[in-house]
């Protein structure tokens, strides 16, 4: 297969998996492992910085608006949660990296991750809508979706989205748009944060000399362009939907996994 072709197809399963709730880290990790070979980690974040540039031109206008309406307090009181629930993953995300926490190399963690998170998110959307429809974000929300962000970000295939959405719906913000919306908002700091400190380190450990620049931005680039797509269709989806496809679709994905790939790959 031509390199172009698999920088293409990284480039589209990044775009399609990021935001929605299937994990983009178990995806890429099982794509470069079974056809499409590993690729640098400057790759992987510049294509992982096209999904949350996605993302952030389709929140622009909120961003604006919550930006230049501080000074209300709904507005100032949505933004210091949004910033309590950054600052929590950061907190925790600072200590992991201090303790030498490192990413499974593996496919049977993640597709164990795949198959209990698929269940627990029947579960929890069940339990959400008995809650009825509220679309307001606690504190209590706030802190548990920081705390929720960074499980995500420690074990492959949970899904950052997955985890931060589900975790204000069980805990008060019942509306899955509302929930979405807020678990996005969180996503785009944490991931430019993220993105950036990864950069820094490749960049000074030497990786940048060698990268294939063209190859990265083109991944970059079809990131962006499916991300845009999948989180508007997304966004539409969610309206009148449930999140059921996504649970079922992570339990088949993941008991596949466990029964067709070799223990230790």
Same mark, same amino acid.
């Given at each position: 297969?031509?390199?172009?072709?698999?920088?293409?197809?990284?480039?589209?399963?990044? $775009?399609?998996?990021?935001?929605?709730?299937?994990?983009?880290? $178990?995806?890429?990790?099982?794509?470069?492992?079974?056809?499409?070979?590993?690729?640098?980690?400057?790759?992987?974040? $510049?294509?992982?910085?096209?999904?949350?540039?996605?993302?952030?031109?389709?929140?622009?206008?909120?961003?604006?608006?919550?930006?230049?309406?501080?000074?209300?307090?709904?507005?100032?009181?949505?933004?210091?949660?949004?910033?309590?629930?950054?600052?929590?993953?950061?907190?925790?995300?600072?200590?992991?990296?201090?303790?030498?926490?490192?990413?499974?190399?593996?496919?049977?963690?993640?597709?164990?991750?795949?198959?209990?998170?698929?269940?627990?998110?029947?579960?929890?959307?069940?339990?959400?809508?008995?809650?009825?429809?509220?679309?307001?974000?606690?504190?209590?929300?706030?802190?548990?979706?920081?705390?929720?962000?960074?499980?995500?970000?420690?074990?492959?295939?949970?899904?950052?989205?997955?985890?931060?959405?589900?975790?204000?719906?069980?805990? $008060?913000?019942?509306?899955?748009?509302?929930?979405?919306?807020?678990?996005?908002?969180?996503?785009?700091?944490?991931?430019?944060?993220?993105?950036?400190?990864?950069?820094?380190?490749?960049?000074?450990?030497?990786?940048?000399?060698?990268?294939?620049?063209?190859?990265?931005?083109?991944?970059?680039?079809?990131?962006?362009?499916?991300?845009?797509?999948?989180?508007?269709?997304?966004?539409?989806?969610?309206?009148?939907?449930?999140?059921?496809?996504?649970?079922?679709?992570?339990?088949?994905?993941?008991?596949?996994?466990?029964?067709?790939?070799?223990?230790?790959?």
């Amino acid at each position: 297969m031509p390199d172009l072709l698999r920088v293409i197809l990284l480039g589209i399963i990044e $775009g399609i998996t990021e935001f929605l709730p299937i994990s983009s880290t $178990g995806h890429l990790l099982i794509a470069e492992k079974f056809g499409l070979g590993a690729r640098s980690d400057l790759f992987n974040i $510049g294509i992982q910085a096209g999904a949350i540039l996605a993302v952030t031109l389709i929140y622009r206008k909120r961003l604006w608006q919550l930006a230049t309406g501080w000074r209300e307090a709904a507005s100032r009181a949505y933004l210091l949660k949004l910033a309590a629930a950054f600052l929590i993953t950061a907190g925790i995300g600072f200590v992991a990296v201090k303790l030498g926490f490192k990413l499974p190399e593996n496919v049977t963690p993640v597709a164990w991750a795949l198959v209990i998170g698929g269940v627990w998110m029947l579960a929890a959307e069940r339990l959400a809508e008995r809650q009825g429809d509220h679309a307001e974000v606690s504190w209590k929300v706030a802190i548990l979706v920081g705390v929720a962000q960074m499980v995500a970000g420690l074990f492959p295939g949970t899904s950052r989205s997955a985890a931060t959405i589900f975790a204000a719906m069980l805990f $008060g913000t019942s509306n899955r748009a509302a929930a979405t919306e807020f678990a996005f908002l969180v996503g785009i700091p944490t991931m430019y944060a993220a993105s950036g400190y990864e950069l820094l380190k490749v960049v000074h450990a030497g990786g940048a000399a060698h990268e294939d620049w063209t190859a990265l931005a083109v991944g970059f680039v079809v990131s962006a362009l499916v991300a845009f797509a999948a989180v508007k269709w997304l966004l539409g989806y969610i309206v009148g939907h449930r999140f059921t496809p996504f649970a079922i679709y992570r339990i088949v994905a993941g008991v596949a996994m466990l029964l067709l790939v070799p223990a230790g790959a």
